[in-house]
């Protein structure tokens, strides 16, 4: 059990016996939170429940913390416990405690930090899904980026996680894509072919046809422009395809699945689906298309399932996909990343749930901001169609994995992201994801040079002289591992791990300034095999945090 959780048992015990003891009236108290304080001073950990009791209790909220501070039951964890002003009582924890803190974490290796709030729970996270009609751009990267951060967060914190790509390879935009592709190769061969009003314009559709050239000549010329294009499609489907998986293995990004429309189509889903929404009286005709009711479902309108044309909309394909998810999959929550162009999307997708008898609370869709790429003080402008948007593989070769994974992940999903490549490329403490690893290289170098230096097993030290307020300090943040993947994962927030690693970071370079590990005084030795038991410790923590981000380690820089 981690510390706050103690120390929120201990004060919940110490509620209940001051309402014993009749100090304090009956009522039912809310859940104690206990979490860092605002301000160092105030100690290390702190709770406002009794503000929350003031008024049930019908007390000074400062009178009912000190009733509760004084039934408090004495723990070795903590050395002193305070009552501040308007109700807070904050803990300060003993320094023996916080040293014996390095063997836990030591013992715990790899496996520090995680927790076991999601028990298993299966779970099922989309992202990425760009519509595959050419390589990924930058902004689609904040989508791979946030999802895989997203679905990394909730396996450390005890979920069944599987990660899906959905390939949209059916409808109107992979259609455009055969009509695009067939129109540049037609003119790279010296004939008229005019390229659609809504067609893909970027360098890559003329560097894709140029390619089909260079294998097969004036091959699709022979056939009807039709059979052409559907057969140009389908090879421009598998190079965009083979574009996104490369940009996402760069990234350390694996998917489980990537599922696909057309099999939505192919099998009974779709017609499945369909039958539902007539029994449930969710559907009605309307110029010709066939409507679902999302008005009545909680809806801010109702969407067209079916187009005049007879064809299956978009909006089909959300619900039979999120059918084969919920129903044919068994996913007990289900976590879709979009950008926010879809936010008007959402109220639709709770009325989809209502409509196929499913727990709308099953289905989360997290909405993120968009990316401005700024470089040399100027920002530049994304459109696939127009062709003028920033490839995610220029930025990784540009900035590499790392610093495009880290400068992605470090905001909240609702937060604007300016991704300035210039600070990324920079060496120095200026830039986070450099600051973070360097952390961990030092830490690598310090385990090293103690090896060289004759250092081979420091197994017996003793971590009771870790004492300096810079030892303590970097103990205390590593503690707080636990703690920020429990609430990444409950607000579905990797960003949080972000400032968590330059924070100890931070923790470990003070700390490191300030002690000296490896002493060559034999007067030392003993206090150099405790600090290299801290620094191994410190190893471990930063590792599981980069980890987790998706980032690399490094053991040199």
Request: overall charge negative; glycine content about 8%; proline content about 4%.
């Amino acid at each position: 059990m981690l510390a706050p959780q103690i120390l929120a048992e201990l004060t919940w015990k110490a509620i209940v016996k001051a309402q014993d003891t009749g100090d304090l009236p009956p009522f039912d108290a809310p859940k104690v939170i206990v979490q860092p304080p605002r301000r160092a001073e105030f100690g290390d950990l702190a709770t406002s429940v009794c503000m929350q009791m003031a008024r049930l209790a019908r007390m000074d909220a400062l009178t009912i913390a000190a009733i509760v501070a004084d039934h408090m039951h004495p723990n070795e964890m903590v050395e002193k416990v305070q009552v501040a002003p308007p109700g807070f009582i904050n803990f300060t924890l003993s320094p023996g405690w916080l040293a014996q803190q390095v063997e836990v974490i030591n013992k715990a290796g790899q496996t520090w930090g995680h927790v076991e709030i999601g028990q298993g729970k299966r779970v099922q996270v989309e992202y990425g899904s760009a519509n595959p009609t050419g390589p990924l751009h930058v902004g689609f990267g904040r989508n791979v980026l946030l999802g895989d951060g997203i679905a990394n967060v909730l396996a450390a914190a005890g979920y069944n996680v599987e990660r899906e790509y959905y390939v949209n390879d059916a409808l109107t935009q992979i259609e455009m894509l055969g009509q695009s592709l067939y129109a540049r190769y037609v003119q790279l061969l010296g004939g008229e072919a005019e390229l659609p009003e809504d067609g893909y314009r970027g360098q890559y559709i003329v560097d894709w046809a140029q390619q089909i050239i260079d294998a097969e000549a004036k091959h699709y010329l022979d056939m009807p422009a039709a059979e052409a294009q559907a057969r140009l499609r389908e090879i421009g489907l598998e190079k965009a395809l083979a574009s996104i998986r490369q940009d996402c293995d760069r990234l350390q990004i694996h998917y489980d699945n990537w599922f696909s429309e057309r099999s939505l189509y192919e099998g009974t889903t779709y017609d499945r689906i369909m039958d539902i929404l007539r029994e449930g009286d969710h559907l009605y005709e309307k110029d010709g298309a066939v409507w679902l009711k999302a008005m009545e479902l909680g809806g801010d309108k109702d969407k067209v399932v079916v187009r005049s044309s007879g064809l299956p909309g978009y909006f089909a394909s959300d619900i039979a996909y999120h059918y084969d998810k919920f129903v044919l999959r068994g996913f007990e929550w289900v976590i879709d990343v979009w950008g926010a162009d879809h936010q008007g999307h959402v109220p639709r997708m709770y009325a989809m749930m209502r409509a196929l008898g499913l727990d709308p609370d099953a289905l989360t869709l997290l909405i993120y901001q968009m990316v401005t790429i700024i470089q040399g003080g100027a920002s530049v402008i994304l459109s696939k169609r127009k062709g003028t948007m920033v490839l995610l593989k220029e930025i990784l070769d540009d900035v590499g994995p790392d610093a495009t994974r880290f400068f992605l992940l470090q905001r909240a999903a609702d937060s604007q992201m300016d991704f300035d490549i210039d600070l990324a490329k920079k060496q120095s403490d200026e830039n986070p994801v450099y600051y973070v690893q360097y952390a961990h290289a030092r830490i690598a170098s310090v385990l090293r040079t103690a090896r060289e230096r004759g250092w081979t097993d420091w197994s017996d030290g003793d971590v009771r002289l870790l004492g300096h307020p810079k030892e303590l300090d970097l103990i205390r943040q590593m503690l707080q591992l636990p703690t920020v993947v429990s609430r990444a994962a409950t607000e579905l927030a990797p960003h949080h791990l972000c400032y968590y690693a330059q924070d100890l970071a931070r923790a470990f370079h003070a700390f490191y300034e300030e002690c000296r590990v490896v002493s060559s005084d034999p007067n030392d030795v003993e206090t150099t095999k405790a600090r290299l038991k801290l620094v191994s410790a410190a190893k471990h923590v930063l590792a599981n945090t980069l980890h987790i981000i998706g980032v690399d380690a490094p053991e040199r820089m």
